[in-house]
């Protein structure tokens, strides 16, 4: 009996992982939670990855910065992260020539919807944060996106993309057309969501957007485009 027990010993030592629940950031000196989540998160704006650092201990970081001040400091703070974070990717779009702005406005799209998912997930015990239902990482994002990258720039938008209309047709290049078409289409309706005072400018672009793609439709009836159910 005693050799079967050293035997199950032995087996459970090789068998069985071992699973640390110490955190990483355990150790960060008190109060330093807020900084060590920037420093995290904030190169993932830049393309680059959270650098092996777990979502799940993230949220543990989140946790202890919820506890560290008022919720209107914490919203502050989290604000001008974001606010911060978009200034990247707006001035990605400001050095950018004129004729290029739609396909770049498109990749920033692209790009910035790619990284949401992360950012609500580092961010997901928000969630739990009942005394504000503003505090939401998605809708906070999406409004910086819209203020800081696309505001801006949105006459340069509105510009080009007429520009970028007369200069295209159908044929070879009219998938592409639809793709661009589609993803600023989609850029457009969802900041539109937003609904509060800015509204009204995105809807003027949106609207010039809609009524340029009825023209399109009409002389390239092979676009798949289906701007009217929306």
């Given at each position: 009996?005693?050799?079967?027990?050293s035997d199950a010993d032995d087996a459970s030592d090789?068998?069985?992982?071992?699973?640390?629940?110490?955190?990483?950031?355990?150790?960060?000196?008190?109060?330093?939670?807020?900084?060590?989540?920037?420093?995290?998160?904030?190169?993932?704006?830049?393309?680059?990855?959270?650098?092996?650092?777990?979502?799940?201990?993230?949220?543990?970081?989140?946790i202890e910065w919820l506890q560290s001040g008022s919720?209107?400091?914490?919203?502050?703070?989290?604000?001008?992260?974001?606010?911060?974070?978009?200034?990247?990717?707006?001035?990605?779009?400001?050095?950018?020539?004129?004729?290029?702005?739609?396909?770049?406005?498109?990749?920033?799209?692209?790009?910035?919807?790619?990284?949401?998912?992360?950012?609500?997930?580092?961010?997901?015990?928000?969630?739990?944060?009942?005394?504000d239902p503003d505090l939401d990482v998605r809708r906070?994002?999406?409004?910086?996106?819209?203020?800081?990258?696309?505001?801006?720039?949105?006459?340069?938008?509105?510009?080009?993309?007429?520009?970028?209309?007369?200069?295209?047709?159908?044929?070879?290049?009219?998938?592409?057309?639809?793709?661009?078409?589609?993803?600023?289409?989609?850029?457009?309706?969802?900041?539109?969501?937003?609904?509060?005072?800015?509204?009204?400018?995105?809807?003027?672009?949106?609207?010039?957007?809609?009524?340029?793609?009825?023209?399109?439709?009409?002389?390239?009836?092979?676009?798949?485009?289906?701007?009217?159910?929306?």
């Amino acid at each position: 009996m005693a050799a079967q027990a050293s035997d199950a010993d032995d087996a459970s030592d090789t068998d069985v992982p071992f699973i640390s629940l110490v955190s990483p950031f355990s150790k960060i000196p008190p109060g330093s939670a807020w900084q060590t989540i920037t420093a995290k998160v904030g190169p993932i704006w830049n393309g680059e990855s959270l650098r092996g650092t777990a979502i799940e201990d993230l949220n543990v970081l989140v946790i202890e910065w919820l506890q560290s001040g008022s919720l209107s400091t914490l919203k502050a703070q989290l604000i001008e992260f974001i606010n911060g974070s978009m200034g990247v990717l707006a001035a990605r779009l400001g050095n950018t020539p004129n004729e290029s702005v739609v396909t770049r406005t498109v990749e920033l799209w692209i790009f910035f919807f790619s990284i949401l998912p992360t950012m609500e997930g580092c961010f997901l015990p928000l969630r739990s944060c009942k005394e504000d239902p503003d505090l939401d990482v998605r809708r906070l994002c999406m409004r910086a996106f819209r203020d800081v990258v696309i505001l801006p720039n949105l006459e340069r938008l509105s510009n080009s993309l007429d520009k970028w209309w007369e200069t295209r047709s159908g044929g070879d290049d009219g998938r592409r057309i639809d793709d661009i078409a589609a993803r600023i289409l989609q850029m457009l309706l969802l900041l539109h969501e937003l609904h509060d005072e800015k509204e009204k400018d995105i809807g003027r672009v949106l609207q010039k957007l809609k009524e340029s793609l009825a023209t399109y439709k009409e002389d390239n009836t092979s676009s798949t485009i289906n701007f009217r159910a929306v």
